[in-house]
C-alpha cells in the first residue's frame, strides 16, 4: 500500500559527504512532515532532522545542526538527506520515516510508514 526506500547509504571516511534518498510510493500516498531517524548498533533510534509538507520548515537533532541538510520533492515523492562533515559517531542505520498529517514530531512512535533503512558506516 505505502512503501518507503531509502538509498545512497556506504562507507566513507570522517569529514566525507554522502546524499540519502528516500522514494515514497503507493497510489493512496500522502504527507505532511516527513523524517529522518537513525539507529546505531546497542542504542535506540534517534531522531535526527524532520520537514514539514510545504519544505519550509526544518528541525535537526542538535547533533547534526550545521552538518545536515534535509529537504523534499512533493512532484517526486522524494526526501532527501544531506550529510557533510561526517563523523563516526554518524554510524548507523538511516530510516526515512512518512506522517500522514503535517504535524512537526520527534518522536518515531507517532510516524505512520518506515523505510527498511540504509546503512551509514564512517570510519577511517
Known amino acids: 500500500q505505502v512503501q518507503l526506500v531509502e538509498s545512497g547509504g556506504g562507507l566513507v571516511q570522517p569529514g566525507d559527504s554522502l546524499r540519502l534518498s528516500c522514494a515514497a510510493s503507493?497510489?493512496?500516498?500522502?504527507?505532511?512532515?516527513m523524517g529522518w531517524f537513525r539507529q546505531a548498533p546497542g542504542k535506540e533510534r534517534e531522531f535526527v532532522a524532520a520537514?514539514?509538507?510545504?519544505?519550509?520548515?526544518?528541525y535537526y537533532a542538535d547533533s547534526v545542526k550545521g552538518r545536515f541538510t534535509i529537504s523534499r520533492d512533493n512532484a517526486e515523492n522524494t526526501v532527501y538527506l544531506q550529510m557533510n562533515s561526517l563523523k563516526p559517531e554518524d554510524t548507523a542505520v538511516y530510516y526515512c520515516?512518512?506522517?500522514?498529517?503535517?504535524?512537526?514530531?520527534?518522536?518515531?512512535?507517532?510516524?505512520?510508514?518506515w523505510g527498511q533503512g540504509t546503512q551509514v558506516t564512517v570510519s577511517s
Open positions: 520515516a512518512a506522517l500522514r498529517r503535517d504535524h512537526y514530531t520527534t518522536s518515531a512512535y507517532e510516524y505512520d510508514y
Open positions: 503507493g497510489r493512496t500516498f500522502s504527507s505532511g512532515t
Open positions: 520537514i514539514r509538507w510545504s519544505g519550509r520548515n526544518t
